[in-house]
């Protein structure tokens, strides 16, 4: 029986194993035995359980070039649609409408996230939900009518004071503008 060996290259190996990569390749690139290499894989099953379910997940990404960094983001996004109880189905056709909205606005995706973004930060400074939106602007339209309603009935009372006096608008003018020089 030769040496122990290193542990440096039975993490090398396992690291190997997981990125799915070929006994064969991996004997090759740590200048040892394939037997080594099924030693240290059956050693480490013992205390890596699920290592083949593993190695299957990793050569399955690597089948469809799949970058594990893009599966880590899959799994953060299904881990939040579980979390929420949103079904991945729900979110393809919130994504599919949105793409379909996109194409007939003539905007892009990014755009719209955009806008939605500002949608969110709008309810926020009004301090209200995304759907309370809707009664603050209706609130506010109620508002302008009752506004115009007093401008109106302000022009009606000047209009009448003109009359009245027999003053024209240009006289009303002139005698604004001097008595706001003869204060400077």
Avoid at 131 to 145: H, Y
Avoid at 157 to 178: F, M, Q
Wanted: aromatic residues 4%.
């Amino acid at each position: 029986m030769g040496a122990p060996i290193p542990q440096s290259i039975k993490i090398a190996v396992i690291e190997g194993w997981l990125q799915g990569l070929s006994r064969k390749s991996i004997a090759e690139k740590n200048k040892i035995g394939t037997g080594t290499v099924s030693d240290i894989i059956q050693k480490a099953r013992i205390n890596i359980p699920d290592i083949d379910l593993m190695r299957g997940l990793a050569v399955t990404l690597k089948k469809n070039n799949i970058d594990v960094d893009c599966f880590v983001s899959l799994v953060r996004l299904k881990t939040v649609l579980d979390r929420i109880g949103l079904p991945e189905e729900k979110l393809e056709t919130l994504l599919e409408e949105i793409n379909v909205h996109c194409f007939i606005d003539g905007t892009n995706e990014k755009e719209f996230v955009s806008k939605v973004d500002e949608v969110f930060e709008l309810a926020s400074e009004l301090n209200t939900s995304i759907g309370g939106i809707d009664s603050q602007i209706n609130q506010k339209k109620m508002e302008l009518i009752e506004l115009d309603k007093k401008i109106a009935k302000k022009q009606e009372e000047l209009k009448k004071l003109i009359e009245r006096y027999g003053l024209t608008v240009d006289e009303l003018e002139d005698y604004r503008l001097s008595k706001s020089s003869r204060g400077k």
